[in-house]
């Protein structure tokens, strides 16, 4: 590919580098740490890969970590999996999360936005008082460290209560959105075996208020383990018979008591789609998440106690417990709970306005949406304190790059973010000092050692390869949870470059040592020997006007050869006539290349996605490889089980 000198979109200006947090941090480090004083990121980059040690007792030092034991050593064990961080030493996540308590008790940790637009704020001294109640109330049920709290609530302030006062007692927080069906919600909640399972009555999304009673009771039948549920009227209902009011638990005025855990003690567990199977329970631990969320929303979002901090997510995704960690850093944040384009596609640009967002994250999917709909943030809406828009999900396509900086200012800083559940952090996205390329990540996040390997395990530059980090990170995951031998977490990452972390995802790695993101590779299209990234189709057949969504598949076949099917899914009103086929092979072949053209362009009613939104390629492919249904797919984890019908039938016609 061609990484000849692009000009970049976005440079920021001397005095924006020079208050950059990381930089101060730069020369702070120089000074204690032996960091390079010169050489702006790169050096610095360099230096936290190499010196892990002292990077990451820097982050610790530079954030004011309180160890209530202090810590033999940095690193103990470096293998992976396996690495001991910061070995001897105890401390809690919560305890710093609300530590800008004691400076600005009045102003807002939290502001909550609900369909009507309107903020409601938590100030921080109501904050740390609930949660010290709450926590209380979790001790008196018996609560103790190491047990399970589960939460099957939407993304409202009550459940920032919960999972801090969780964390308080050093029980372990897991959460699911309630638009999760029951099925969905026990084949993550069954496996770690929750005490307490805090619940509402319904949500409201999309203008409709959908109750959720009924299922929470099928939760509470299913999850022997519980000894307490609590009621949270969202819509006003009676809390059921055996439920405990949340109003109930928030109601005393107590000092929140903080239990000092070991660093590696777990702090929640998140889940993997699980497409496949049944999703992966994985561990994260207090000190892995504290340290690693400090550095990325301290230093490369630049987030502190002036900014206020936006992403659009909900509870059954991990941007949402990185949401909350903006409390590390003494940033407001804000808690949207509603769909992404109600009353209309500029939502969330509403939101941010009327909150003062100065970093407002949000899926790639949305800004393309935005843009087909012919959304103008900046003329519509006063984003004057807007300095970051940041995307993950999917690759943020060039095309919406060049959107944001045209409909939202030139003066935008745009960072696209690509990490993982299984670290619940970026491997590479936001650098406040780096400029902006267009369709690029900025570069790898420090502490990060992210290459692109080839096959044999040979870097590459300028060339797509599998992505890899080369050193241990403090929030991968401590362990799977069932999974006593750690064999599932070893296959899961490990297996491919025995050591080496392999995520699963195609990219390159420029020589201007910003980071391309090509698709998941273990749904990689390989073509004569060339290995195409999906996301790469996804971009050009999505720029055309009649196409709302596409999915692309590539299956080897039992006789040697190669089927690669490109289904669509039709703008209303749009025909796939011979026309439209041309258009789109004509434009994937002038912008890709021959190779991508596929084999057989399909209409089809809908693209199927994960719960959190990703399009599900794996089980579509097996499901066309002749896999049956029930081994293919985990319908708990499909938005719209429907939709694979139609893959289903299409399987059984070819075969």
């Known amino acids: 590919m061609s990484t000849a000198n692009p000009q970049p979109l976005w440079q920021p200006d001397p005095e924006r580098i020079a208050q950059a947090r990381i930089t101060k941090f730069q020369a702070w480090a120089a000074e204690r740490h032996g960091a390079p004083a010169e050489g702006g990121y790169p050096a610095l980059h360099r230096w936290s890969v190499d010196q892990l040690d002292a990077f990451w007792k820097a982050v610790t030092e530079w954030f004011d970590v309180r160890f209530s034991t202090p810590y033999a050593r940095v690193l103990g064990d470096r293998s992976m999996p396996g690495a001991q961080w910061f070995p001897g030493a105890t401390l809690n996540y919560a305890e710093h999360a609300l530590r800008a308590a004691a400076d600005r008790p009045a102003e807002p940790a939290l502001l909550y936005v609900d369909e009507t637009h309107e903020p409601l704020p938590v100030s921080w001294s109501e904050l740390r008082r609930q949660v010290g109640s709450l ?17 099957y609530l939407p993304n409202i302030p009550e459940a920032v209560v919960a999972l801090l006062a969780t964390a308080a007692v050093g029980a372990v927080w897991t959460s699911c959105a309630p638009d999760f069906g029951a099925r969905s919600v026990l084949d993550r909640f069954q496996q770690v075996e929750p005490v307490v399972l805090f619940t509402v009555d319904g949500y409201r999304y999309g203008g409709k208020e959908h109750d959720r009673r009924e299922i929470v009771a099928e939760l509470r039948r299913e999850l022997p383990t519980l000894r307490a549920v609590v009621h949270i009227p969202l819509l006003g209902t009676q809390a059921p018979e055996g439920a405990l009011q949340w109003s109930a638990l928030t109601a005393a005025d107590v000092e929140p008591l903080f239990e000092q855990v070991p660093f590696a003690h777990p702090l929640w567990v998140l889940y993997s789609s699980g497409t496949t199977g049944l999703p992966k329970a994985i561990v994260q631990s207090q000190g892995g998440i504290l340290v690693e969320h400090l550095k990325q929303l301290g230093l490369h979002c630049d987030l502190g106690p002036e900014d206020r901090f936006f992403w659009y997510t909900s509870t059954g995704w991990m941007m949402w417990n990185f949401l909350v960690s903006g409390l590390l850093t003494g940033t407001t944040i804000v808690l949207y709970d509603g769909s992404p384009g109600y009353p209309d596609t500029g939502a969330q640009w509403r939101i941010a306005e009327r909150t003062g967002a100065t970093l407002y994250g949000t899926s790639a999917a949305y800004v393309m949406a935005c843009r087909k709909a012919g959304v103008h943030p900046s003329r519509d809406f006063d984003l004057s304190r807007l300095q970051c828009v940041a995307t993950t999900g999917s690759p943020l396509p060039p095309d ?15 960072a696209s973010v690509s990490g993982g559940t299984d670290v619940c952090s970026c491997f590479a996205g936001a650098v406040p000092t780096l400029p902006v390329y267009t369709g690029e990540l900025q570069a790898p996040g420090l502490g990060t050692d992210l290459q692109s390997w080839d096959p044999s395990g040979k870097p590459l530059v300028d060339e797509v390869g599998e992505l890899v980090v080369t050193n241990p990170m403090p929030s991968m995951p401590i362990r799977f949870w069932n999974d006593p031998d750690g064999s599932r977490y070893h296959d899961s990452y490990f297996d491919t470059y025995p050591g080496v972390w392999r995520h699963g995802d195609w990219i390159t790695v420029t020589s201007r040592g910003s980071v391309i993101i090509h698709g998941r590779s273990d749904s990689t299209l390989n073509r004569q020997g060339v290995r195409m990234g999906s996301a790469d189709i996804y971009e050009v057949v999505e720029r055309l006007p009649e196409i709302k969504e596409s999915l692309v598949i590539g299956i080897e076949l039992p006789d040697g050869g190669y089927w690669m099917p490109l289904f669509v899914h039709l703008a209303p009103g749009a ?5 439209l086929l041309d258009r789109i092979k004509q434009t994937i072949r002038e912008q890709l290349s021959p190779r991508h053209v596929p084999d057989e362009i399909i209409e089809v009613p809908g693209i199927p996605h994960t719960l959190t939104g990703k399009r599900i390629e794996v089980p579509v492919k097996r499901l066309l490889q002749g896999t049956p249904l029930e081994k293919a797919v985990n319908p708990g984890s499909v938005d719209n089980l429907a939709l694979i019908g139609f893959y289903e039938e299409l399987a059984r016609k070819r075969a």
């Open 575 to 579: 025909v796939l006539d011979e026309a």
């Open 135 to 151: 926590a209380a109330e979790l001790r008196a049920l018996g609560v103790r460290p190491g047990d399970r709290v589960s939460g």
């Open 400 to 414: 919406g790059f060049r959107w944001l900086h045209d409909e939202v200012r030139d003066d935008l800083w745009i």
